[in-house]
């Protein structure tokens, strides 16, 4: 690796470099490290996952015939999906408003600038972890079976699970950033409680406010399928009409849903731009 | 300052009076092994108006901080008025804190909020217990930091939010919050090394124009010789961490800043440099 003495118009001497590191082998490394374990997981021999692409050959037809079933949507069932979409959308807007409010001392709790305690912080990321280890899906059937079958159950999941995103972006957020107003209150005498009540909350309140509303959009598109597992809204409609393969039923829910999730994702952009 | 007359007359209790601030075999070392203050003893009388000059990582910033104990000594005692700040933790230090104004070189504002809110803050350490829960500044919280607005000039801003505002006006602000504290002591870190220099003499002159008015003890990290020599009264040298410099401020001359540094002022001529 020799510097490139080209000396051009002007320079009399040519530049000497200082060594380039050598980088390539690592990285050249780390691909070959990646390829290994991609192959290594589609060896049936040692328990990789067995993915039979022969199957779409096989069952095409079937496919295809219920494919043509879904672009015939029955519009006449229409009526039949107001109620479970309109409680599937209160699901999601109330859980995401109790999410909101549950997340603001919960946040300020996980992140080191606004809570110096070491034991009390990780406690809160502990507990937060563990509620985002669990997919929603299983939090839905555990709690059907701890409250019943209904749109409770679908509401808890909801908060679980946004106060697990919430909580988890906006703290790590909060964490990477400087806060020097912090010091100065600080510095002049201020409690922790009224430095984040009084500066932290109101300066990273754009923060909150873009992680609420991802986390509504989120939820329109969760609480659909809730009802599968029986916790209420359109999803239990879905599941029903599917299981009596009335795939025109099935259909409209589905384009249904398309339309709230789209039409939730551009009002909350919209929302988005009005906070940056 | 027409308002301190008002108060004054108002009833409002008086001014605090300034007090000074002593360090006694002050050493401070930090987790990483680094020390950064070096068995440094001064006494800074009531009143007075001092710069700390040094090299950067000459233990400037941490002498200031030890005073309001946001740097905890690791040996020696720092007394300001009747308080020995070394040791002290929780409720007490905050009380103490709550007497001692602070400014920064970034200013140290909130940006998204408006000029009322970060003044307010100066006020965080009066607050009574329910006040403090309910986060309800009192008349007077809003009283006495509205009038320290009107003191630097810049009432004008009170609704704007901190982060529109210019460099200058910024920091004017920071030291109308600490004014709202009604302090004892003024600190100020590097308090011009971000602006520009008329703002820079602006921001000086405000100081001055406090120690003068209010009679604060002020202490002011400077990077600057002719500010030190111009706005204060009296100089102190670190270099390393140690004391190397304590005079008169209006006489120090260029070989003194010389000695605190280590080293020259002007770098010597590169002859590839010469015309």
Known sequence: MSAPASPGPTSEAPLVLPPRPRTWPRRALTLAALAAFTLATCLPAIGGVEIDLGAIARNWRHGAANLSALMQPNWAFVPRTIQPMLETLQMAFVGAAIAAALSIPLTLWAARPTNPNTVTRTAVRAVINVIRAVPDLVWATILVAMVGVGALPGLLTLVLFDVGIVVKLVSEAIDSADHPYLEAARAGGATQGQMNRGLALGQNLPLFANQWLYALELNVRISAILGIVGAGGIGRLLDERFGFFAYGDVSVIILEILVVVLVIEAASNLLRRRLA | ?275
């Open chain 2, 1 to 275: 300052m027409t308002h301190d007359t008002q108060a004054a007359e108002a009833g409002h209790a008086p001014a605090s009076a300034a007090w000074p601030i002593r360090l006694d075999g002050v050493s401070v070392i930090y987790p990483n092994g680094t020390a950064a203050l070096r068995d440094v003893s001064l006494t800074i009388e009531a009143g007075e108006m001092v710069s700390v000059v040094g090299l950067s990582g000459s233990g400037k910033s941490t002498l200031i901080r030890t005073v309001n104990g946001l740097v905890p000594v690791t040996s020696g005692t720092v007394t300001v008025g009747p308080h020995t700040v070394s040791g002290l933790s929780g409720r007490r230090l905050r009380e103490v804190r709550g007497h001692v104004g602070m400014i920064f070189q970034g200013f140290n504002l909130a940006p998204r909020l408006d000029v009322y809110r970060n003044t307010l803050v100066g006020r965080f350490a009066r607050a009574g217990v329910l006040r403090r829960l309910l986060g309800v500044p009192s008349a007077r919280d809003r009283q006495v930091a509205l009038e320290a607005l009107d003191t630097v000039g810049i009432l004008e801003k009170v609704w704007a939010r901190a982060g529109a505002l210019s460099g200058g006006q910024q920091q004017r602000v920071a030291i109308a919050r600490a004014l709202s504290q009604e302090p004892s002591i003024m600190l100020a870190d590097e308090p011009v090394a971000s602006l520009d220099p008329p703002t820079a003499h602006a921001v000086m002159a405000e100081l001055a124009r406090i120690n003068a008015d209010r009679h604060l003890t002020v202490l002011v990290n400077l990077h600057l010789m002719d500010l030190a020599r111009q706005y204060t009264h009296r100089m102190i040298g670190l270099r390393d961490g140690e004391l190397v410099y304590d005079g008169p401020a209006a006489e120090a001359t260029e070989a003194d800043f010389e000695q605190i540094y280590g080293r020259r002022i002007q770098p010597p001529q590169r002859p590839a440099e010469q015309p």
